[in-house]
């Protein structure tokens, strides 16, 4: 079976600091990896996604995410973070079944505070 | 193009009452989700369906809550009777399976409280 772990619930940061938002996975496939964000009220959207070549991808709003195979992570990092950036961070996999599409299978969430 | 279109946004109701939750997906797209958003159990799959037909529905939590997806630009997740621990956030998602490994687009949630 697929999981997901994201291993801090909570990470509190001030303004202008860097920030990395650890998420591991596990799977006897392979997956594409995505991270998604949660404003307050709102729903899901989407960061950035690896599916597949350069194991670093950018997303939106300068985040970055690094995939490393053997360790089978998908950390999420930002130099330099924004009061905005405060939300709640979801690491999530999707089967890679060549062809067919599976669900998403989500971490526990990660929320970012970001203090002045 | 418009997003993944949820209603209604927000609903009280109360214990007993039948509850449906609608959902038209992105034009195009042949994946449609319904996922539940809990403080206790976070972001849950409830049952997603291809091409209209229900792929896989073992995450929908017992014979109170029934899916449906008439054609390809909507669908309808039912709770009857409701009750209090069905209070969450459900989201309604969409892809398209051509491009491998496809964003899934989430909707905004509809709010339920059951009291």
């Known amino acids: 079976a697929q999981s997901v772990t994201q291993l801090d619930s909570q990470v509190p940061v001030f303004e202008e600091a860097p920030v990395e938002l650890r998420c591991n996975y596990s799977s006897s496939v392979s997956v594409y990896l995505f991270w998604y964000v949660q404003y307050p009220n709102q729903g899901l959207q989407l960061l950035l996604k690896y599916l597949s070549g350069s194991t670093l991808v950018k997303g939106i709003n300068g985040f970055e995410a690094e995939f490393n195979k053997s360790q089978t992570s998908f950390h999420l990092r930002k130099p330099s973070v924004h009061i905005s950036d405060t939300a709640e961070y979801f690491c999530?996999?999707?089967?890679?079944?060549?062809?067919?599409?599976?669900?998403?299978?989500f971490g526990k969430g990660t929320k970012l505070s970001v203090k002045p | 193009d418009a997003g993944v279109i949820q209603s209604p946004r927000h609903e009280v109701t109360e214990m007993g009452q039948e509850v449906t939750l609608r959902c038209k997906p992105i034009s195009g797209h042949d994946y449609l989700f319904w996922y539940r958003q809990t403080m206790m159990r976070g972001l849950e799959l409830l049952i997603y369906f291809n091409n209209n037909v229900p792929i896989d529905d073992s995450g929908m939590p017992e014979d109170r809550f029934s899916a449906k997806m008439p054609n390809a630009s909507f669908s309808t997740l039912k709770i009857q009777p409701s009750e209090p621990r069905d209070s969450a956030v459900y989201f309604c998602?969409?892809?398209?399976?051509?491009?491998?490994?496809?964003?899934?687009?989430f909707g905004e949630g509809s709010w339920l409280t059951v009291v």
């Open positions: 999530a996999v999707r089967l890679n079944y060549g062809g067919s599409q599976g669900n998403l299978i």
């Open positions: 998602a969409s892809s398209f399976a051509r491009v491998t490994g496809n964003t899934i687009y």
